[in-house]
């Protein structure tokens, strides 16, 4: 039994020790004195706007951006019911595509159809599963399972796939050299790698040719002390809500209240690579 | 003999007019700030100007470890910084990228011969919800809360 084991290294509450109530802090905020302070300020942005001289323009800014690097006190991860998640639909796929700038690959004129499907750059795919004997479908969205013992990682050449110290793991695009030794590693076929030159950026998402990406649990908003991610608020929105996110390492959380309930497991559990990514009812 | 002195004139002449051309520049204050950007609205970089032209290559890749690695967001040395305050717009209010031969950092680059790969994969333009919020901290440390328009209306954008 591997897997309790793993859950109780990870998921003790004594991992939390030698946090004193930072997480406790941070997130006592989050929820409802944020919004609080968004319109205060709202008004003071509005106030302010009425004086300041015309040419000057106020930064908008929702909340502060990180400025010590990130810890092993939380570890972040995700937890999909997958009776949840509806049949044909795409809106944490397309939420995904939005908010990392992967809507703005273009297909080469000189690639057919099929051939681009295959080789675009996605960080989640729909997955459907049927069991042949019972006919049981299960509808899934698969992406990287941000692994406490990822192979990518172990298996790159230059360091450039690497673990944070939250438990996203990603890519330094600055070392890597596209070997994609990484993408074979991988149990999951979680990464992508990006075949054509790029165009029109995001600044938040910088992409380019001849370089390996997957899934960073929207590693911008992480950084910006956003509660959520593209997709767990896309889901929500259609009205499935069968995404949750959040630490893994704080017994308070969401992620852990639900965890703590419903039956999860880890897709391919069998590697013991302990994902932060769990899935109930498959 | 005579040959010899006049080579040795004209090589002190040409001396001199280096010199001159030298301290002419900087009384100039010869600057690759470009009217239209918001850079050329303010007094000072993000770290004094000689300390700039000197070290901003350091500057930024230390800068891009500690975000890449460490997540932190709040430097003022974010090369989405240096875009969002260097970028110059055109009459028809169009961004320039920054990279181009006649922009901020093309422009230098391409006297000084350095070729840099950094924009095939970075915005070249400040682009899409959160590159303000990837600067902000540069404002900040120049003292600016706030982006300071080079557009004489101060329209949002």
């Not at chain 1, 951006?65 to 006190?73: F, K």
């Not at chain 1, 596209?178 to 992409?207: D, N, W």
């Not at chain 2, 000197?54 to 890749?61: A, D, G, Q, S, T």
């Amino acid at each position: 039994m591997g897997k309790t084991t793993e859950m109780k290294d990870h998921h003790e509450p004594t991992d939390r020790s030698a946090d004193p109530g930072l997480s406790e802090a941070t997130r006592s905020d989050s929820a409802p004195s944020d919004s609080g302070r968004r319109a205060f300020m709202g008004v003071a942005a509005g106030v302010t706007a009425a004086v300041v001289a015309p040419g000057v323009v106020l930064h908008s800014v929702t909340a502060a951006p990180r400025s010590e690097a990130v810890t092993g006190d939380v570890r972040w991860g995700l937890l999909i019911d997958t009776a949840k998640c509806v049949d044909g639909c795409s809106a944490c796929v397309d939420a995904c595509d939005r908010e990392n700038g992967l809507s703005l690959q273009s297909k080469p004129a000189s690639a057919s159809q099929e051939h681009w499907d295959d080789q675009k750059a996605v960080w989640i795919r729909k997955v459907k599963l049927q069991d042949n004997q019972t006919g049981r479908v299960t509808n899934l969205p698969l992406m990287c399972q941000h692994c406490e013992h990822p192979p990518c990682v172990d298996v790159c050449p230059t360091g450039a796939s690497f673990k944070r110290a939250d438990g996203i793991v990603m890519v330094d695009r600055h070392t890597c050299i596209g070997c994609r030794y990484c993408m074979m590693a991988c149990p999951y076929k979680a990464r992508s790698f990006i075949h054509e030159v790029m165009e029109e950026q995001l600044t938040r998402v910088p992409r380019g040719k001849g370089c390996v990406e997957s899934c960073n649990l929207c590693v911008h908003r992480r950084d910006f002390g956003e509660d959520s991610t593209a997709c767990v608020d896309a889901c929500r929105e259609a009205g499935h809500e069968a995404i949750v996110f959040g630490d893994l390492k704080d017994p308070e959380s969401n992620i852990r209240k639900h965890l703590a309930e419903m039956a999860s497991r880890q897709i391919r559990e069998d590697l013991s690579l302990n994902t932060g990514v769990r899935y109930s009812g498959i | 003999m005579a040959k010899a002195a006049v080579r040795a004139g004209l090589v002190a002449v040409g001396l001199a007019w280096v010199l001159l051309a030298q301290v002419v520049l900087a009384a100039d204050a010869k600057t690759y700030v470009l009217e239209g950007s918001k850079a050329a609205a303010l007094e000072s970089c993000v770290e004094p100007t000689d300390v700039m032209r000197r070290k901003h290559m350091e500057l930024i890749k230390h800068q891009r470890d500690e975000t890449v690695h460490g997540g932190i967001r709040s430097s003022k040395h974010s090369l989405a910084g240096c875009v969002e305050c260097h970028i110059r717009s055109d009459a028809e209010r169009v961004p320039q990228p920054i990279h181009h031969k006649e922009e901020f950092c093309g422009a230098c680059h391409a006297f000084t011969a350095v070729n840099l790969n950094c924009f095939d994969c970075h915005a070249s333009v400040p682009k899409g919800p959160g590159a303000e919020r990837a600067a902000h901290a540069a404002f900040q440390a120049v003292g600016v809360d706030r982006s300071v328009q080079a557009r004489p209306d101060g329209e949002d954008h």
